[in-house]
């Protein structure tokens, strides 16, 4: 059960990373602070890398590293926009797809298939979603799936949930054809590298305008930071954050089958749900937490019989 105490180390580290990204937003441009947070992530990553030994490289580890690359700027670029439009409570609880599509993703790709058990665990996670979007309103089942598709934000993160299914996968070949530090630190450069030439495109007016973020929120007071310093501490901030979670999951990777591993990771949707609506203080705090509570739930159930 160590991987489980593994992926509960990164859930938590995964929920600071979005409630610190929250608040980043608020004054950084996104890929910006994406590119500043991915890179000092690979610097520590690599560092450590170079200190534990540079290990032999597997055959699948460069087409892996280019797929979950890609995989990983698209999704990045669609939860950064959900973050600055939507309620962090209602976008990030979307994730919680990710288990259930990793089902079939997995068992494609990595030929893990969950027991009978675990996918009844994952089942009750995503029922958790439905019940986080029933509003006073709705008197059908399918009423908040309707809802969710017509909130941009929440059906930004149901796209980001699927492509995580996928590039989730591609993590943990990287981790098989490499180890848990140096994969990682090559992929996490692939993503710095990559979001700072689109930051400066866009800035340089190169980009359509469909491909540039949403303009962050002007501070209400005047910053204690300039915005360079401001970034620098946003960056070494999140990359510690994803440095510690990239540590653990990719452990966990080693230990159990990746559904699973992400199914307890996801329990970081509650805190998500609990910081939202205690101090971005978003609406339906009961309700929100009872469908995280269920989420949480079926990931209890996955553990407990896997």
């Known amino acids: 059960m160590f991987w489980a105490v593994l992926a509960g180390i990164a859930a938590c580290t995964n929920a600071a990373y979005f409630i610190a990204n929250r608040n980043f937003l608020k004054r950084l441009d996104p890929n910006l602070l994406a590119s500043a947070g991915f890179l000092c992530t690979s610097f520590f990553l690599l560092a450590i890398a170079i200190i534990h030994g540079i290990p032999a490289l597997g055959p699948q580890f460069l087409l892996a590293v280019a797929i979950t690359t890609v995989l990983n ?19 990030i609880p979307m994730l919680s797809f990710t288990p259930l599509f990793l089902v079939g993703t997995a068992a494609l790709l ?19 979603s439905n019940l986080l979007n029933t509003a006073e ?19 930004a993160m149901l796209v980001v949930a699927f492509l995580y299914s996928v590039a989730i996968n591609f993590d943990k070949m990287v981790v098989l054809n490499s180890d848990v530090f140096f994969g990682s630190g090559i992929v996490f450069l692939g993503l710095g590298t990559s979001f700072g030439l689109i930051a400066t495109l866009g800035q340089r007016g190169h980009l359509p305008p469909a491909f540039l973020p949403p303009r962050p929120l002007a501070p209400v007071s005047a910053p204690a930071l300039s915005s360079g310093k401001y970034l620098a501490v946003a960056g070494i901030l999140t990359g510690i954050l994803i ?3 990239a540590v653990a999951i990719n452990t966990a990777y080693l230990l159990a089958i990746v559904p699973y591993v992400i199914a307890i990771k996801r329990m970081s949707i509650i805190l998500v749900v609990l910081y939202g609506t205690l101090i971005f203080r978003e609406n339906d705090i009961c309700r929100r937490l009872a469908g995280a509570g269920l989420m949480v739930a079926g990931a209890v159930l996955i553990l407990a019989f896997p």
Do not use: K, Q, W, Y
């Not at 990595?110 to 958790?128: K, N, Q």
């Not at 799936?145 to 934000?153: E, V, W």
């Open 243 to 245: 440095t510690i979670e």
């Open 110 to 128: 990595l030929g893990e298939i969950p027991s009978v058990t675990g996918i009844l665990g994952i089942v009750i996670v995503v029922c958790g």
């Open 73 to 91: 700027i698209i999704a990045t670029t669609l939860t950064f926009r959900a973050l600055v439009s939507s309620d962090i409570s209602l976008t």
């Open 137 to 155: 309103g709705h008197t059908r089942i399918l009423d908040p799936f309707r809802d969710m598709i017509r909130n941009p934000g929440i059906m």
